[in-house]
């Protein structure tokens, strides 16, 4: 009889929960009286009037400012000019904030969407900027460097024309320098631990790929040097001679030559070797 009474009771509380949670709903809305549904609804502005206090906060420095304008726009009129313009400036504004992934992203979808507009340029060119300004010292990974290069060289591809084109480049050359500074640690760190044909991969993807960069010097006369302690001494004097014929007056030549000198050798090409056809594409050539 207890437990029935007990039972009763749960079944009665249980019921009446839902009313009683409906009363006290019913009683919170009632004593919302200064509710104004129209305070959750961004005011609109014109496009042309967001665009321009955009710009006016982003040349005063209040780059937040000049963001929040320039989404309203794509936001608030989503298919007019001011808002095709506004997303690059968004994306400038957020490079100008360090904000490098974002502006990244924005000026990425302008150039996908928009790809013959005027500013397709300029978008592509705030992509390249955002990664070159992220680029890492070469003990570290260089991942950012070769975003740069894929990201300048479409700059200088579709749209040769372009008033980026030569920025564009010098960033490039600055980047891919990067790279082959970063292969000839690896090859040096082979080579410290006798490592030579890992060390020979490296180096001669210096002179291969990286033709262009500062390191081509010391890459021959690494593998100079590698090749000599590998015992390969025809290729070790064709490297030496490649690097005298294109840096005759270069220090890393002077040391290659008096390694050889040595052994008793002196630098001798070989046209048959890889270097030598290597050679004849340099820069120096």
Same mark, same amino acid.
Request: some cysteine; charged content about 25%.
């Given at each position: 009889?207890? *437990?029935?009474?007990?039972? %009763?009771?749960?079944r009665?509380?249980?019921?009446?929960?839902?009313?009683?949670?409906?009363?006290?709903?019913?009683?919170?809305?009632?004593s919302?009286? @200064?509710?104004?549904?129209?305070?959750y609804?961004? &005011?609109?502005?014109?496009? @042309?009037?967001?665009?321009n /206090?955009?710009?006016?906060?982003? +040349?005063a420095?209040?780059?937040?400012?000049a963001?929040?304008?320039? !989404?309203?726009? &794509?936001? !608030?009129?989503?298919?007019s000019?001011?808002?095709?313009?506004s997303?690059?400036?968004? =994306?400038?504004? #957020?490079?100008r #904030? %360090?904000?490098?992934?974002? $502006?990244?992203?924005?000026? $990425?979808?302008?150039?996908?969407?928009?790809?013959?507009?005027? &500013?397709?340029? *300029?978008?592509?060119?705030?992509?390249?900027?955002?990664w070159?300004? /992220?680029?890492?010292?070469?003990?570290?990974? #260089?991942?950012?460097?070769?975003?740069?290069?894929?990201a300048? +060289?479409?700059?200088?591809t579709?749209?040769? @024309?372009?008033?980026?084109?030569?920025?564009?480049?010098?960033?490039?050359?600055? =980047?891919?320098?990067?790279?082959?500074?970063?292969?000839?640690?690896?090859?040096? *760190?082979?080579?410290?631990?006798?490592?030579?044909?890992?060390?020979?991969?490296?180096?001669?993807?210096?002179?291969?790929?990286?033709? @262009?960069?500062?390191?081509?010097?010391?890459?021959?006369?690494?593998?100079?040097?590698?090749?000599?302690?590998? %015992?390969?001494?025809s290729?070790? !004097?064709?490297a030496?001679?490649?690097?005298?014929?294109?840096?005759?007056?270069? !220090?890393?030549y002077?040391?290659s030559?008096?390694?050889? #000198?040595?052994?008793?050798?002196?630098?001798? +090409?070989?046209?048959?070797?890889?270097?030598?056809?290597?050679?004849?594409?340099?820069?120096? $050539?």
């Amino acid at each position: 009889m207890i *437990y029935k009474r007990t039972a %009763g009771r749960a079944r009665s509380i249980m019921l009446a929960a839902p009313m009683v949670a409906a009363g006290l709903l019913m009683s919170g809305c009632m004593s919302e009286k @200064d509710l104004d549904l129209t305070s959750y609804v961004e &005011d609109v502005e014109p496009a @042309d009037v967001l665009y321009n /206090q955009g710009l006016a906060n982003l +040349e005063a420095g209040r780059l937040k400012e000049a963001v929040a304008k320039f !989404q309203a726009i &794509d936001r !608030q009129h989503p298919y007019s000019e001011f808002a095709r313009k506004s997303l690059v400036m968004t =994306a400038f504004a #957020q490079y100008r #904030q %360090g904000n490098y992934e974002d $502006s990244i992203a924005n000026a $990425s979808r302008f150039v996908n969407l928009y790809p013959s507009h005027p &500013d397709a340029a *300029y978008a592509q060119y705030i992509v390249g900027l955002s990664w070159f300004r /992220q680029i890492r010292d070469v003990t570290q990974d #260089q991942k950012e460097a070769r975003r740069t290069v894929e990201a300048m +060289e479409e700059v200088i591809t579709r749209w040769p @024309d372009s008033q980026y084109v030569e920025d564009a480049k010098a960033k490039k050359r600055f =980047a891919r320098d990067q790279l082959a500074g970063k292969e000839m640690q690896i090859g040096r *760190y082979y080579l410290e631990r006798r490592e030579y044909i890992a060390a020979v991969k490296r180096f001669r993807y210096v002179v291969e790929v990286y033709s @262009d960069t500062r390191h081509v010097e010391e890459a021959l006369a690494r593998l100079t040097e590698t090749y000599y302690a590998m %015992g390969l001494v025809s290729e070790a !004097q064709t490297a030496a001679a490649v690097l005298g014929h294109n840096y005759p007056d270069s !220090q890393w030549y002077r040391d290659s030559y008096k390694l050889l #000198q040595t052994g008793g050798l002196e630098p001798r +090409e070989n046209r048959g070797s890889w270097i030598s056809k290597a050679g004849a594409l340099l820069v120096g $050539s």
